[in-house]
């Protein structure tokens, strides 16, 4: 049976027609019990989408596809025909960017230009990378005392693959393909705050020519949808970003199913330091991105800036003026700057966090109120004088607001920024190499930038320590969490 369409309208009345049902053996079908969830546009609260909604039933269904593909033909497919799949992938993603980002502004709230600039670029290059290591995937050889060793890197089967709603189609490329590329298969669920990229996604995944089951793509709610597969029997892995709280119940679920693999992509509370030899124009424009892109919807959203004593006042005074300039609005729009937050549960726990700081002693530096515009707009919002025992330094707000801490000497700076349960990106600014490498080398964070923000490439491993998870997406790194090791032994017999 197959499902019904809905219809977007972008700008300048482009119209999106997407199917609206589950996609399961490159079919798109209703939910078996006829369940939906509705999508709402942030920028007005409106409806924009009615959707199939998966529950357990459905996913036993795609996770029985997906398994029969990996059976079949897929799991003897080599790699340069995987290779030449992803690449046609990458090519109708790239040829549809103008579609993709006018869903992530309308589903999501992201502005068209940074969905398609940034998101849509990031996942159309993570394909074409990890396209290119689908014939790569090569173990080790060693001698033993009776013969020799060799290494497999072999796929690991079925893998479920949970993603959240702040940047969808590109967190969902970083793992979509290498899960494929070393030729395993997929059952993906999308966030219920965003369901309808994936809709466009699977179009494009049978356009591609993938086989059957290969790829299977469900919208549904986590705590049903998503429990499912966490704790199927059959799913052999688990790749997960989303929250803390959610992350551990992937575990435990995997702890209480079959002990899948897990890899965990979780929150941030990401540190930039600007010392006072830092390029003052450089640091405030990357503190200013770090923290306002997508309003700080982002697990390395740059929340705790450190600034050195003899620049502060400069730093606190351009970064009060850059802030306050962003133009909200419609994020389809070309002069917006501002989007909107995704929900009004988001912008209520926002504004939460900006009543905590100032109770907790924090001084508002500017900003803190809501937008009056119609959807969920908060103005961005900055604190100084804020310590690290504070709501507002120790927990991931996921919004605009930063704190601004005066530090003095790099040895406090250091202690400062680690003191955190997190550990997933921070950024130093100074013109001293050896600091930039001193300081990098001691925080406790999966990546560290110098003189930037952000600045993820596909070949370079993305990932936390601490509570911000274990596991790296991108990079050769990556594939270690998608494929398992097997050793074979070759012993050597006297003649
Ligand atoms: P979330 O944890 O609420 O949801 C993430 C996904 O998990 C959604 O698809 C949701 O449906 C699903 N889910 C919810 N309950 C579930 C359950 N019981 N079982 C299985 N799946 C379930 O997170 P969110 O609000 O969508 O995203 C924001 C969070 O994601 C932030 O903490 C952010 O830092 C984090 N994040 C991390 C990274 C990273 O790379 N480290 C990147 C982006 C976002």
């Given at each position: 049976?197959?499902?019904?369409?809905?219809?977007l309208?972008?700008?300048?009345?482009?119209?999106?027609?997407l199917?609206?049902?589950l996609?399961?053996?490159?079919?798109?079908?209703?939910?078996?019990?006829?369940?939906?969830?509705?999508?709402?546009?942030?920028?007005?609260?409106?409806?924009l989408?009615t959707?199939?909604?998966?529950?357990?039933?459905?996913?036993?269904?795609?996770?029985?596809?997906?398994?029969?593909?990996?059976?079949?033909?897929?799991?003897?497919?080599?790699?340069?025909?995987?290779?030449?799949?992803l690449?046609?992938?990458?090519?109708?993603?790239?040829?549809?960017a103008?579609?993709?980002?006018?869903?992530?502004a309308?589903?999501?709230?992201?502005?068209?230009?940074?969905?398609?600039?940034?998101?849509?670029?990031?996942a159309?290059?993570?394909l074409?990378?990890?396209?290119?290591?689908a014939?790569k995937?090569?173990?080790r050889?060693?001698?033993?005392?009776?013969?020799?060793?060799?290494?497999?890197?072999e796929?690991?089967?079925?893998?479920g693959?949970?993603?959240?709603w702040?940047?969808?189609?590109m967190i969902?490329?970083?793992?979509?393909?290498?899960?494929l590329?070393?030729?395993n298969?997929?059952?993906?669920?999308?966030?219920?705050?965003?369901?309808?990229y994936?809709?466009?996604?699977?179009?494009?995944?049978?356009?591609?020519?993938?086989?059957?089951?290969?790829?299977?793509?469900?919208?549904?709610?986590?705590a049903?949808?998503?429990?499912?597969?966490?704790?199927?029997?059959?799913?052999?892995?688990?790749?997960?970003?989303?929250?803390?709280?959610?992350?551990?119940?992937?575990l435990i679920?995997?702890?209480?199913?079959?002990?899948?693999?897990?890899?965990?992509?979780?929150?941030?509370?990401?540190?930039?330091?600007?010392?006072?030899?830092?390029?003052?124009?450089?640091?405030?424009?990357?503190?200013?991105i770090?923290?306002?892109?997508?309003?700080?919807?982002?697990?390395?959203?740059?929340?705790r800036?450190?600034?050195?004593e003899?620049?502060?006042d400069?730093?606190?005074?351009?970064?009060?003026?850059?802030?306050?300039?962003?133009?909200?609005?419609?994020?389809?729009?070309?002069?917006?700057?501002?989007?909107?937050?995704?929900?009004?549960?988001?912008?209520?726990?926002?504004?939460?966090?900006?009543?905590?700081?100032l109770?907790?002693?924090?001084?508002?530096?500017?900003?803190?109120?809501?937008?009056?515009?119609?959807?969920?707009?908060?103005?961005?919002?900055?604190?100084?004088e804020?310590?690290?025992?504070?709501?507002?330094?120790k927990?991931?707000?996921?919004?605009?607001?930063?704190?601004?801490?005066?530090?003095?000497?790099e040895?406090e700076?250091?202690?400062?920024?680690n003191?955190?349960?997190?550990?997933?990106?921070?950024?130093i600014?100074?013109?001293?190499?050896?600091?930039a490498?001193?300081?990098?080398?001691?925080?406790?964070?999966?990546?560290?930038t110098?003189?930037?923000w952000?600045?993820?490439?596909?070949?370079?491993?993305?990932?936390?320590?601490?509570?911000?998870?274990?596991?790296?997406?991108?990079?050769?790194?990556?594939?270690?969490?998608?494929?398992?090791?097997?050793?074979?032994?070759?012993?050597?017999?006297a003649?």
């Open positions: 049976m197959s499902s019904s369409t809905t219809t309208i972008g700008i300048a009345g482009r119209q999106i027609e199917p609206t049902g996609f399961i053996n490159n079919e798109f079908v209703p939910s078996t019990s006829g369940n939906t969830l509705e999508t709402l546009n942030p920028s007005n609260g409106k409806l989408a959707v199939s909604a998966a529950e357990e039933d459905d996913i036993n269904i795609a996770v029985r596809a997906a398994e029969a593909a990996y059976k079949g033909s897929w799991g003897s497919l080599p790699g340069t025909a995987r290779r030449t799949l690449l046609k992938l990458a090519d109708l993603i790239e040829r549809d103008d579609d993709f980002a006018t869903i992530e309308l589903d999501a709230g992201i502005l068209f230009g940074d969905s398609k600039n940034i998101n849509i670029a990031s159309v290059e993570a074409r990378y990890f396209a290119g290591w014939d995937i090569d173990g050889s060693t001698q033993i005392p009776n013969g020799m060793a060799y290494t497999r890197r796929p690991i089967g079925v893998c693959v949970i993603v959240p702040n940047a969808p189609l969902t490329s970083w793992k979509l393909a290498p899960c590329a070393v030729g298969v997929i059952v993906l669920k999308t966030a219920e705050l965003t369901p309808l994936g809709l466009k996604l699977a179009q494009l995944v049978k356009e591609a020519g993938f086989p059957p089951g290969v790829i299977n793509i469900l919208t549904g709610y986590g049903k949808a998503g429990q499912a597969l966490a704790e199927h029997m059959d799913v052999r892995k688990l790749a997960f970003t989303g929250s803390g709280p959610v992350g551990r119940g992937i679920a995997s702890a209480k199913s079959n002990l899948k693999k897990v890899t965990l992509e979780l929150g941030g509370k990401g540190a930039s330091i600007i010392f006072d030899d830092a390029d003052l124009q450089n640091a405030v424009l990357w503190a200013i770090g923290i306002t892109t997508h309003n700080g919807q982002l697990c390395a959203a740059g929340s800036l450190y600034i050195q003899g620049i502060y400069r730093f606190v005074e351009a970064f009060r003026k850059s802030s306050i300039a962003a133009v909200a609005g419609d994020p389809l729009h070309g002069q917006t700057t501002k989007g909107p937050l995704i929900s009004s549960t988001q912008k209520n726990t926002v504004l939460k966090y900006i009543q905590n700081g109770s907790e002693g924090a001084k508002l530096l500017h900003g803190g109120k809501e937008i009056a515009l119609e959807g969920h707009y908060i103005e961005n919002t900055a604190f100084v804020a310590v690290e025992n504070m709501s507002i330094m927990e991931e707000i996921f919004g605009p607001v930063a704190s601004l801490v005066k530090f003095k000497t040895e700076a250091i202690r400062r920024a003191d955190s349960v997190y550990g997933l990106s921070s950024a600014f100074t013109s001293d190499i050896s600091r490498q001193r300081v990098s080398n001691s925080l406790e964070s999966g990546q560290v110098i003189n930037s952000g600045n993820i490439n596909s070949n370079t491993p993305f990932g936390g320590v601490k509570q911000s998870g274990f596991g790296r997406d991108l990079g050769e790194e990556s594939l270690d969490g998608w494929t398992n090791l097997k050793s074979v032994k070759i012993s050597v017999l003649e």
